[in-house]
């Protein structure tokens, strides 16, 4: 007796979505449309766990740093102005 490792599945997508799809099986990028979903869902998967990883590391630990020592905040006018101040570098790095 076999076990399956695949499951068939049907899907529904918008008109431009399936060219999209039909096409990179087309250019020989992949083999089927099931590869192309294949590869995108890994890419999907693979985003979600470094988020998830970056929440739990980094966003975590400031948190804890902010609980342990509040006078870190920063206010949200004094956020904005910052914001507003590196947009404004980067535009006038770029030439725009």
Avoid: C, N
Wanted: aromatic fraction near 4%; avoid cysteine.
């Amino acid at each position: 007796m076999s076990v399956r490792t695949t499951r068939q599945l049907s899907i529904t997508l918008p008109h431009q979505m399936a060219e999209d799809l039909k096409q990179r099986v087309a250019s020989g990028a992949y083999a089927s449309e099931s590869e192309v979903i294949r590869d995108g869902l890994r890419v999907l998967f693979a985003r979600d766990k470094a988020v998830e990883e970056w929440l739990r590391s980094e966003v975590a630990a400031s948190v804890e740093e902010l609980r342990a020592d509040p006078s870190q905040a920063v206010g949200a006018e004094d956020m904005r102005a910052h914001l507003a101040e590196w947009h404004a570098e980067r535009l006038a790095d770029s030439g725009s």
